[in-house]
C-alpha cells in the first residue's frame, strides 16, 4: 500500500471516529430531555400554586369582611331594638295607667318587632350562605379554569418537546446513514469493499 494510500485511510477513519462521537453527543442531549421537560412544568405548577394561594387569600380575606359587615349589621339592629324596647318600657313605668288598655296592643307590637328582627336575622344569614355559596363557586370555577389552563400549557409543552425528539431521532437516522457511506469508503480505500455479485 503507498503512503498516499495510507494517508487517506487514516482520514476515513478519524472522520468515521468524529461522526461517532457527534451521534454520541446527541444521544445524551436526548436523554436531557427530561430534565428540561421537569424544569418547564415545574416552573409551571409553581406559578399555578402562587396564582392559587393569591386567589385563596383574597377569596378568604372577602369572606371575612363580609362576615364582620353582616356582623355589625346585625349587632347594630339589636342595639337599636333594645334601646327602643327599653324606650317603650321606660314609657309604659311613666304612662302605665294611661296605656293599661293599650297593653295587649303594645305587646303585639314588640311580638311583631321581635318576630321581624328574627326575620331580618333570617335574612341576613341566608345571604350570607348565599355569598359564602357564590364564593365557593367561584373558587370552584377559578381552580378549574387555572387546572384547564395548566393542562392545556402541559399539553403544549409536551407536543413541543415530543416534535424536538422527533426531529433528534431524524437527525440521528441522516448521521447513522453518513456513518456507513464513510465506512463503505473506508472500505473501498482498504480494498474490502466488494459489490454484491450478479447472477
Known sequence: MSANENSENQSAQKAVAGIGGALG?????AGNLAKVRDILFGAQMRENDKRFSRL????????GELQQDNQKRLESLELYLKQEVES???????????????????AKELKDMASAFEKRVGQLNEKLDKGERNLRQHILEQANSLRDDM??????LREALDQEA?????VKVDRAALGDLFMEV??????????????
Open 56 to 63: 385563596e387569600e383574597r377569596l378568604v380575606k372577602e369572606i
Open 25 to 29: 453527543d446527541e444521544t445524551a442531549g
Open 88 to 106: 317603650l318600657v321606660g314609657r309604659l313605668k311613666g304612662e302605665q295607667e294611661e296605656r293599661e288598655k293599650g297593653l295587649k296592643e303594645m
Open 151 to 156: 393542562k392545556q400549557n402541559q399539553g403544549e
Open 186 to 199: 473506508s472500505m473501498r480505500l482498504n480494498d474490502q469493499f466488494q459489490l454484491p455479485e450478479t447472477e
Open 166 to 170: 422527533r426531529e433528534l431521532r431524524d
